[in-house]
């Protein structure tokens, strides 16, 4: 079946540390999004990429980098330079275009702590 | 930039029960998108629209475009309903969607 796969479900990191969260799609979807989740608070988007090698900041991008080399994976590294990382981050995907495009299909979810 | 409102925060209700949620946003927009997220923290897509109304099973999701307003109903509620619903809107741009904070919906048996 087709999905996100969203790596490690639970992390825990101490300050001063970097920590990669892996998101993975077999959908051939070529937009993907990174949002951060705070309790009593919307969702909000860190990067995005809508193709291979390309990616935007979205509203909280510092502290945050990413890369996507290959279509299939979106992988967001919270730098030690991210003053509060401790959050749940979700990954998303969709089509580029057309009827799809902005449906989002989500991950499971990173739920990030730091010690 | 869009501003997504949701209400209630927080709704508890009996089984059976009617339950409405409301969502307005400030901005036009190309598609609304009504979003269940379930305490393990994943989240499903449960409609898209961009006028009138749509159903799917006990679910029924409404949009008025001049009042820049939506509403999420729930026929017969159970307690399998219980999770937290988010409103989310689009503006056709390539960052994706705008999110409300969510509601909250507890149905208790």
């Known amino acids: 079946d087709g999905g996100i796969t969203q790596s490690p479900k639970y992390l825990f990191r101490k300050e001063g540390q970097n920590v990669t969260l892996s998101c993975e799609q077999n959908?051939?979807?070529?937009?993907m999004y990174w949002y951060r989740q705070d309790p009593g608070q919307g969702l909000r988007l860190i990067y995005y990429?809508?193709?291979?090698?390309?990616?935007q900041k979205g509203d909280i991008a510092e502290g945050y980098s990413v890369s996507r080399e290959k279509k299939e994976s979106f992988p967001l590294t919270v730098t030690s330079a991210q003053k509060n990382p401790t959050a749940f981050y979700l990954c998303?995907?969709?089509?580029?275009?057309?009827?799809?495009?902005?449906?989002?299909?989500f991950g499971a979810g990173s739920r990030l702590t730091v010690l | 930039k869009n501003e997504v409102e949701q209400s209630p925060q927080n709704l508890t209700a009996q089984e059976g029960e009617f339950i409405t949620i409301n969502c307005s946003y400030s901005?036009?927009?190309?598609?609304l998108h009504w979003l269940q997220q379930h305490p393990g923290g994943g989240i499903v897509s449960l409609f898209m629209?961009?006028?009138g109304k749509k159903k799917h099973g006990r679910l029924i999701a409404t949009i008025n475009i001049q009042e820049k307003h939506s509403s999420l109903h729930i026929t017969a509620s159970h307690p399998r309903d219980s999770a937290v619903y988010i409103c989310?809107?689009?503006?056709?741009?390539?960052?994706?969607?705008?999110f409300g904070k969510g509601t909250h919906l507890i149905i208790q048996p």
């Open positions: 998303a995907s969709s089509t580029r275009t057309g009827v799809g495009a902005n449906v989002l299909t």
């Open positions: 959908l051939n979807h070529d937009a």
């Open positions: 990429s809508q193709i291979v090698n390309d990616f």
């Open positions: 901005v036009g927009i190309s598609a």
């Open positions: 629209l961009s006028s």
């Open positions: 989310a809107v689009s503006g056709g741009g390539a960052d994706g969607l705008t």
